[in-house]
């Protein structure tokens, strides 16, 4: 089993307006001591190496090199760990890139969203197209090969050529992974309290997603997940951590654990994470979640592993239901492995939830 460290690092310059990511302002840089209680954190879970690391925020590229390399050198990890480092294009700088490579950081995840300077304005972005175009050659010339890019599907007045304009500007910008999702608009940010105008509405978002899908299989980013592409070789091994339901420790307020077969989470509070930490148990892993996170990933929901590592199958009638299902193009099934297709993705909730309700132990 693979194991995996996320650091959440709760700060930013400013929270754009449909954020609902725990975060509050920061000014400067880091306080140190928040990475002094991150490491005593992770120290009280035992001397583990991990497979991938992960700092996401927030706005990890806030981090100072040498807080990156502090946190870097206190945690084991194994020889070839994916290390991924969140980082807004505002932030970066060549020092902060050379430092976080000399750190021991192999993937970038940059956000970018969009190359409409109109639209970032509204989703209260601190970077431009051109802003984003410079974070990307700097992060070249540092060493950075594997680049992740976000793309934000749905937005005010949003059209295909935006779409497509974004995503060509992430692979004429080198990137080997594409995270794109769907605007949606959470209560408690300023978009749910005075939403941009025209945003897509369901059908058109379906549409929008549909035809990323399709642009970015045509130019060789293969779908593994609901909203992840990737070049051949360059899945994200810190997310198939999560969706196999692998080990990962969440350190920091708002962080979420599976460890050893449990699940629990820190406060949204980053005061009584300074001052008291302790976590929230919210019960153990089950088949349910099995279930729901194998069929988020393109291999999908295999039947036999099912058995094999729960204890239950797929009554009869279910089982026809899902050869329906493939004759409508919603899902691939074999007889053994349920794999949804993008179509299939947009109603994955339903599919799984018929399959949570229909399963028996054997």
Not at 87 to 113: C, F, H, M, W
Not at 203 to 227: H, K, P
Not at 354 to 361: C, K, L, T, V
Request: aromatic share 10%.
């Amino acid at each position: 089993m693979k194991k995996g460290l996320y650091i959440h690092i709760p700060f930013c310059k400013r929270k754009c307006r449909y954020c609902d990511f725990y975060s509050l302002p920061c000014r400067g840089r880091v306080p140190d001591a928040y990475i002094d209680r991150v490491l005593e954190e992770i120290a009280r879970y035992g001397d583990n190496t991990f497979d991938t690391i992960y700092l996401g925020g927030g706005t990890p590229s806030l981090l100072s090199a040498g807080q990156v390399n502090r946190i870097l050198s206190s945690v084991r990890y194994v020889e070839d760990a994916e290390i991924t480092l969140e980082a807004n294009p505002d932030s970066l700088t060549k020092e902060n890139l050379e430092g976080y490579r000399k750190a021991g950081v192999n993937r970038l995840s940059i956000g970018v969203q969009s190359v409409s300077d109109t639209q970032l304005r509204i989703l209260g972005r601190l970077h431009d197209r051109n802003g984003a175009e410079r974070a990307f050659r700097l992060a070249r010339e540092a060493g950075f090969e594997n680049i992740n890019g976000d793309v934000m599907l749905g937005l005010s007045n949003y059209t295909k050529k935006e779409m497509t304009d974004t995503i060509d500007f992430l692979i004429d910008n080198g990137v080997t992974h594409i995270s794109a999702y769907m605007l949606k608009v959470e209560e408690g940010t300023p978009f749910y309290d005075d939403p941009p105008e025209n945003l897509s509405n369901e059908e058109e978002l379906s549409e929008f997603y549909l035809e990323a899908c399709s642009y970015l299989e045509s130019i060789g980013f293969r779908q593994y997940e609901i909203s992840n592409f990737a070049r051949d070789g360059m899945v994200s091994r810190h997310n198939m951590i999560y969706w196999k339901m692998d080990d990962y420790l969440g350190i920091g307020p708002a962080a979420y654990s599976c460890w050893n077969g449990k699940r629990f989470h820190y406060d949204r509070d980053l005061d009584s994470f300074m001052r008291d930490p302790h976590v929230i148990h919210d019960g153990t892993v089950d088949v349910d979640e099995y279930i729901m996170l194998s069929l988020r990933l393109s291999d999908g929901l295999d039947l036999t592993e099912l058995k094999k590592k729960w204890g239950y199958a797929l009554n009869d009638r279910t089982t026809r239901e899902m050869y329906l299902l493939n004759d409508q193009g919603l899902l691939k099934f074999d007889g053994n492995r349920i794999a949804l297709t993008p179509q299939g993705f947009l109603v994955e909730n339903s599919i799984s939830s018929e399959i949570m309700r229909n399963i028996y132990p054997i």
